[in-house]
């Protein structure tokens, strides 16, 4: 099992956002039904089809979901049936070759949802993956006799789109020319070239070679059945034959003309190319070939000398005779590449999960040639593409109109806070209607307002904002919100007025960010507003129910903790009260009271006590049993926590979180995009004392009922799967029917002899108990990384046999085997007669030489799969073991509390309120049964 970082986890909810199979994702309702060959057989093709993709990213298999292919949605599913971990990595094994890094990641609970998840890991490079052995039986459901066979030893599956194919010869020589490193492969050399211009072909290719990301060509091309052959072609008429080094050629070329002529227009001067391009294939192209004429140019120039430092191009001349005509000749070229290097980087690439096609952020010259030749007269200034270049990259991740409803949302509820008059009540109205024929979106909030230097000093210059300073309890600090009503219209109608001020009226145009003319009206009173009107592309809504109108918007996410302001949201004649936080307070605790912050945290055991359910609490409920979500100052947030320190939390399952006040950026600091902030201090102490506590209370009821009475494996598991959701447990000591939670008070002798065992599938048949065995349990993190520390760290354990297999026999290199120092390890104990005193390959090789003999080493040197290492013998393992651990996988330590690392691993936090709430538990016993031996 591999863990999720939180990049792995937002690429998972992207995939699942998007609603289809691809290349790099398939779903599946339930888990292959492994009992019968033929979908062991679907299984394995699935998983070779995803290997063979060479795209350097992680593929998955995720199951719980069912697609629904005319609408790109997908369906929750309840997954009924599961396998061992252990049996699936065991399939994969047998059948794969070579034996790849698939990880298995079950019970995974994604926004509320378990899922599974087979993850086919980006490091898997080594293709053509392939069926290692036939399926030559088994039965089909339904069927008695075992009918099922295929003669698939030595063939391998692609994944194309949403389906897989045999690989092809062409396939195969693509993966060889790959493993080589370079472009060259990519294209068909094999076609004739016009000798005249064979050498400038090979400068070219280096020019691409440098420039273009292979990987990301290899998407575009998996997704497009005809891009490749345009390419290629566009490749064979300008390259092979030589046409983009000619200026005056006249050749007709039919077929493509359109590219081939582009090409050959803006190969000199791109200042004019992106308003010719319309974002497709055909553009992509065009670029591509400029951008490579351009650096061909640059590097093929008798005097000009290059080297490519952290993603840059860094130029320099060679010639004594350099001068400024050398300088001059180059330097258009520079211009030109960087020019379509920055809209190459732009160029919108939905499907790929690369940045950019390009490699190259840059090209630069040497700090000598710039200060002889290059002057600086730059000026900063707001660009005429500040929408595609800075608002759309910043909010590209997620869905455009509820990012906009978001911004426009939180600009109101500031205005509302920002205006504090005694007895005043906000009021936000949202609304969709149609206007002559068009979608009007609005917001409306009877706020703070603006007045005329509001708007021209703020609310129109970007990366500046008037709340920052304002003391209250906001989250709009940026100065860019404004603009992300363009993310889903071209124009937008602003009316503004302050309280005894008179009121603004103004349109605001996408198209090189004008704004009209303002209109002033005088009006003789108190009120304030702000009215915003977009128009937007009826497309946009596709649903007349408004129900299903706020969940396409995400409105039924939507909560809000202040009781003084009131959103509504309207759509045709029907209304819809966003909930307040305040009609659930009865399942939440305050974990903060401060008078600068509130902080309320979700509290499952008050759930059960306090929740009524009914319809018109359904979308708030769904909200705030959502994880790691936030609701700070009004405005939803992703929460992205620091628990570096709290070691036993499961830092995936935070429960929501309401913060109201003026926080410091140690303690919530707001991400640009407002998609997310990263939470520390105070906060993050607060949730974990509560959550800790909490669980700790549970555990300790859970011993008071058990202690002494029941088999404390069994406990062991049982004290898990109680705490699992919110904790990683630490260290658990065991003897026979006691068991304690390791921690700094333990009355034992520094000197007691204990047996540390990392294992996830322990149950109390496995176990031999005496009166000198006294256990200590952690779990098991089987990734090769771990295990070799652990094995680098001992000079004596036990490790499953499965593991050797794995990662020595099986293994063709320290890519998918140990690492060097802990594989030496280990060979000089299983042949100690032999020199493993080798270089990294020499070693590997010398491994396959040897396999026989390191086989036969294992065999003698283990009893029920568990292999002793070091100085100890296989009697142990029967001392402590007996036949039903075989087929599980552990790794066994031996030492003292001394000399262990225990104390040195104790959450601090978790052990203080563990020692507190012991001490309050024995204080109502007659009789101590926990927290001591």
Known sequence: MSDLNQRDIEYIRSLIRAGRENTIVDFKEKWYELKYSYQKFEFIKDCISFLNVGIEVDKYIIIGYRQNTEEDTLSEIHITERYEENNIQEIITENIEPIPQIDIIMNFDLDGHQIDLIKIRKENKDQPYLFRKDFDGGKKEGQQKDTFKNKCKGLGYIRHGSSSHLISRNELTNMFFKKQGNIYGYFNLATEVKGSFFNDMLIFLDSMDILINREAL???????????????????EMILQGEIFLDDSIREVEEFSYIITMIKNYKHDCRKIDISLDGG?????????????NLYRIISHNSAVYEVINDAIIINFVDNNFNGEHYRAIDKYVGNLNELIKILRAFPLYHLNFNTIVKIREVNYDSSISKQFVKSNVKFRVSEEIIPLLIEPLYKSGNKIEIALRELLQNSIDACKLRQNEGYRGKIEISIRTVEEKLILSFEDNGIGMSLADVIEYYLTVGKSKKKNSGLPIVGQFGIGALSMFLIGKKAKVLTKKSNDNEFRFELFEDKNRVSDLIQKSYENNDSYTRIEIEIDPNLINNKNIKEVIKQLGIDKWAINNQNIDIYFHYNSDSYLIPNISEKKDMFSPIIDTSS????LYDIELEGKNEKKDSKHENLDRTIKTKNLLLYNDVLIKGDYDFNQYSNLNKANIPFLVVDGKTSEDEIAVELSRSSAKIGGIITKAIAEKIYRNEIIKIIEYLKEHQGKTNSIKIKNEIIQLSNENLKLPKLLLSSNHVEIANSKMN?????????????????DCVNFNEDNLFLTEQLYSGKANLADMIVSSNKLFISVRFLN??????????????????????RDMLPVNDWNLGNLELWNKVRDYKTEIEKAIEEKSIYGIYSYGNISTDQISKIFNSSIEGRDLIVSFGNIQDNTISKSYDVTFDEILHQEIDNANKNLDRVVIGEY
């Open 597 to 600: 912050i509130k902080a309320l």
């Open 748 to 764: 034992l002798s520094n000197n007691s002899k204990i047996i540390i065992v990392h294992s996830n599938s322990l149950n109390e």
């Open 218 to 236: 290899d998407i575009v091309t998996n997704s497009s059945s005809i891009f490749k052959y345009k390419i290629t072609r566009v490749f064979q």
């Open 806 to 827: 794995k990662y020595i026999l099986a293994a063709s290199g320290s890519s998918n085997g140990f690492r060097m120092e802990a594989l030496k390890h280990l060979l």
């Open 281 to 293: 294939e055909n553009s992509l192209i065009i670029l591509l070939f400029c951008a490579c004429y």
